[in-house]
């Protein structure tokens, strides 16, 4: 992976030159390498990171459910002593921010590993795997829905994939 401005250096530096490493220094470079290159590898590391970005938006977004008193369960709430609407709060706080965290890192679990499988077979890297994978990530996340739900998502997730990777592909200024 080359990063631009920095030429021949790859991830963190790590392909570029290691020299001044020793035999077992390299070999860990070249392991790590190879296990972020791999499919296994990439599913994995998009669910954790998935899951490390789902559970923060869930967090604010979560806190952002007691701004106002106006609902009826904000003031039945409101009546509570306070250390029972900190307990409260934050035990749904908790429970929203995992439920968001589970959901993100099996939408980036999916995408990667099928993207990544994709790309293998086809010996390529281009937009078609982009849009396959999103395809494919929308139904299945909308098959429990029925056939009329996978449809809706595998073209929703098509046509994200599709904005998100001409977005990326755009050539630098």
Request: aromatic share 6%; hydrophobic share 40%; with cysteine.
């Amino acid at each position: 992976m080359s990063v631009p401005g920095m030429p021949g250096r790859g991830l963190a530096g790590m392909q570029g030159d290691t020299s001044g490493m020793s035999s077992q220094e390299q070999m860990i470079v070249k392991t790590i390498q190879a296990t972020m290159e791999s499919c296994p590898g990439k599913t994995v590391m998009s669910g954790v990171m998935g899951f490390a970005l789902g559970g923060a938006f869930g967090l604010f977004m979560s806190s952002m459910s007691y701004d106002t008193s106006m609902t009826t369960a904000s003031q039945a709430i409101a009546n509570l002593p306070l250390r029972e609407q900190l307990r409260r709060g934050f035990k749904d706080m908790g429970s929203r921010s995992f439920s968001s965290a589970k959901n993100f890192g099996l939408v980036g679990s999916i995408y990667a590993g099928t993207e990544c499988c994709i790309e293998g077979f086809r010996a390529k890297n281009d937009m078609t795997n982009a849009i396959a994978a999103g395809c494919i990530t929308g139904g299945v996340l909308g098959a429990k829905g029925g056939p009329q739900a996978a449809a809706i998502g595998c073209a929703g997730f098509a046509a994200f994939s599709t904005a998100i990777e001409t977005w990326l592909r755009m050539p630098s200024d």
